[in-house]
């Protein structure tokens, strides 16, 4: 049972919008910000949004985050093939000495 | 350009030791936080903790402690994850990545993992 809670599942057909939620509680997104992740299959896990809102560098504006009291979610528009993909969230939590928590993942299918 | 390298899969007994490793270059390996997150087959992240190669100073998950030991080697900016004795439940995928420090949770970039087989 992950402290972040994410939808399983979550599909759309190609250029479509999708968001995914993570919800959280007062000692993670509450005082900290969020961070999401994309793992394709068979590979490492890499950074899409962090800071809530942020996008490195050559994370395609396509990918957008957003926080709002002890949840954030990520959206995708113009949905492409490519995005099919695990999508994780994580965040600080400040209890237990402080540690990072991740959700359960969302897996995204294209349809 | 900043890049994580880990060492190649490795299958091991119940009860043995292991260490794997994680080759840092590409940015100031000592002024920086790495991470260390399990995967289990067909599962989620799971965060292990941190280890500051300036000081060695590292922060373990509640779940982790005392299970593994992580550590450094400043001089080949290489930083290690140990198991003193191996259980199958440790059978999984273990990434390294370039951590942000306490209060964050931006990892990047992420080591290609590497898979440990615990079996007898």
């Known amino acids: 049972q992950s402290v972040l809670t994410q939808p399983p599942s979550v599909s759309g057909t190609p250029g479509e919008r999708v968001t995914i939620s993570c919800a959280g509680g007062s000692s993670n997104i509450g005082q900290n910000t969020a961070s999401w992740f994309q793992q394709v299959p068979g590979s490492a896990p890499k950074l899409l949004i962090y800071?809530?809102?942020q996008r490195p560098s050559g994370v395609p504006d396509r990918f957008s985050g957003s926080k709002s009291g002890t949840s954030a979610s990520l959206a995708i528009s113009g949905l492409q093939a490519e995005d099919e993909a695990h999508y994780y969230c994580?965040?600080?939590?400040?209890?237990?000495?402080?540690?990072?928590?991740f959700g359960g993942g969302t897996k995204l299918t294209v349809l | 350009e900043v890049q994580l390298v880990q060492s190649g899969a490795e299958v091991k007994k119940p009860g043995e030791s292991l260490t794997i490793s994680c080759k840092a270059s590409g940015y100031r390996f000592n002024t920086q936080w790495v991470a260390w997150v399990r995967q289990k087959p067909g599962k989620g992240l799971e965060w292990m903790g941190i280890?500051?190669?300036?000081?060695?100073?590292?922060r373990y998950s509640p779940s982790f402690q005392g299970r593994v030991n992580m550590s450094v080697d400043k001089s080949i900016s290489t930083v290690y994850l140990q198991w003193s004795s191996l259980r199958p439940s440790d059978t999984a995928m273990y990434y390294c990545?370039?951590?942000?420090?306490?209060?964050?949770?931006?990892?990047?970039?992420w080591g290609q993992g590497t898979l440990v087989t615990v079996s007898s």
């Open positions: 280890i500051y190669p300036g000081d060695s100073d590292t």
């Open positions: 800071s809530n809102s």
């Open positions: 990545a370039r951590h942000y420090g306490s209060g964050s949770s931006k990892f990047d970039p």
């Open positions: 994580a965040v600080w939590d400040n209890s237990l000495n402080g540690h990072v928590v």
